[in-house]
């Protein structure tokens, strides 16, 4: 998927990861914002990938929740055999990424708002930094959470279901005026169905700042290398690549 224009397209394995490691420009002289999203999308991943799945398996946190085979906890693994069991994963997200962010237009890494129906788990298994990119320090009183997002690999905004109806008027007034842009147009009311389940909506930092105003801020922090984000089911969330 190009992040500009949110359209697919073929690309050779060893092109893909070579702009991954190295980066590569647009047209246009910006950097290209390319992802792989939910692979392998024709089989089950344990079929395809044995080992990693495996692999995967182990690095989960509370495996007595989330383990898609053995959660004691994990009502799924506890459904009757003749009920049609959704697609727990694990599945993978290759993407590449930016820092800055760019508001108003479609040309950054990113998942957009959307909600799902079972708690997930997100995983960060590796960031690629640039190759004369500083390792970022904070010192003791600069807070997490600013600008510059410390060498995270994303950053991600959660709201609470509760907020649901709060976010959605929200949403929709923002629509009404033009604020967002989806596969390469400005997303527009006879073209959005719903302005979350769509998963046709990046809100940016200005209307996120906007809407703590009226309460409906969303928990907003960054995701390092080798760490899990536990996602509640119900609860609309976006991520963003920074690397």
Request: glycine share 8%; net charge negative.
């Amino acid at each position: 998927v190009d992040c500009v224009g949110f359209f697919h397209f073929k690309m050779r394995e060893s092109e893909f990861f070579r702009g991954y490691e190295q980066g590569v420009a647009s047209d246009q002289g910006r950097p290209r914002m390319l992802k792989v999203k939910d692979w392998p999308q024709d089989t089950d991943f344990n079929r395809r990938l044995v080992r990693h799945n495996q692999a995967f398996h182990d690095l989960l946190p509370l495996p007595f929740y989330t383990h898609t085979l053995a959660g004691r906890l994990n009502l799924a693994t506890r459904m009757p055999d003749w009920t049609r069991a959704s697609d727990l994963g694990p599945k993978t997200y290759i993407a590449y990424g930016q820092v800055e962010e760019h508001e108003g237009v479609e040309c950054d890494s990113v998942t957009k708002v959307h909600q799902d129906m079972s708690d997930a788990v997100n995983i960060l298994l590796h960031t690629q930094r640039a190759p004369h990119e500083a390792l970022v320090v904070r010192h003791g009183t600069q807070r997490a959470g600013d600008r510059t997002w410390g060498n995270a690999g994303a950053v991600w905004d959660i709201w609470v279901a509760d907020d649901v109806p709060q976010l959605r008027a929200a949403l929709e007034g923002a629509l009404e005026a033009g604020a967002f842009v989806h596969e390469g147009s400005r997303l527009a009311r006879d073209t959005c169905n719903d302005v979350i389940f769509d998963h046709s909506v990046m809100i940016g930092t200005s209307l996120i700042e906007d809407m703590a105003g009226s309460g409906c801020e969303p928990w907003r922090f960054e995701q390092h290398e080798d760490e899990a984000v536990c996602i509640p089911g119900g609860d609309p969330h976006q991520v963003r690549n920074l690397r």
